[in-house]
């Protein structure tokens, strides 16, 4: 049993790779241009209307396609001989989690009513008012608590990290207290 689509699909290769070789100098891929209008279009069959012309709906598939690598190929940089990748370079993971161990070590010098308001406060974005609705004290007892935490955080990490460290490890865990209060 036959399918017409299919045939059709057939019946335009030939044609598909000419125009295709025209838009692209290279037959390899002019090639792959073609393979990937066709999947497009078996992807897409039910979209084709029956009875109009399909080989002007595979030329538009191809040529969109076209259009669609060259934009993209515009926006890529490319870096051939790996100098570009070479450049690149990641933070070793592990300093991030040593910092954010000392934090831990720190916030549990902190007595806990300082420890709690810090946390309530700094990590899990509480306004110092709904802080202290939950610790069942006033507001301005949370931003007294808050400052005095900091202060002695900064004191307790002072001796074990630069500041610019500190405030990443603070981030960290920060990051990491939301993600818990959210799951």
Not at 14 to 20: D, E, K, N, T
Not at 72 to 100: C, F, I, N, P
Not at 107 to 127: C, H, K, M, T, Y
Not at 129 to 145: L, N
Request: proline content about 3%; hydrophobic content about 40%.
């Amino acid at each position: 049993m036959s399918d017409p689509f299919r045939d059709d699909l057939i019946e335009a290769i030939r044609p598909l790779r000419a125009f295709s070789r025209t838009l692209i100098r290279d037959e390899v891929r002019a090639e792959d241009l073609v393979q990937e209008t066709l999947v497009k279009a078996w992807e897409k069959q039910k979209s084709f209307q029956p009875g109009t012309n399909i080989r002007a709906w595979l030329f538009t598939i191809l040529r969109n396609t076209y259009y669609s690598e060259l934009r993209k190929r515009k926006r890529e940089v490319e870096d051939v001989d790996g100098k570009m990748t070479a450049d690149l370079s990641v933070k070793a993971s592990q300093d991030g989690h040593m910092a954010v161990r000392d934090l831990r070590t720190a916030l549990e010098q902190l007595n806990p009513e300082q420890r709690e308001a810090l946390i309530l406060v700094g990590a899990s974005g509480f306004s110092y008012e709904e802080a202290g609705e939950i610790c069942g004290v006033a507001a301005g007892t949370v931003k007294s608590r808050v400052s005095r935490a900091r202060q002695k955080l900064q004191d307790l990490l002072s001796d074990k990290q630069a500041p610019a460290t500190m405030e990443s490890s603070m981030t960290s865990a920060t990051e990491e207290a939301k993600a818990a209060r959210t799951a």
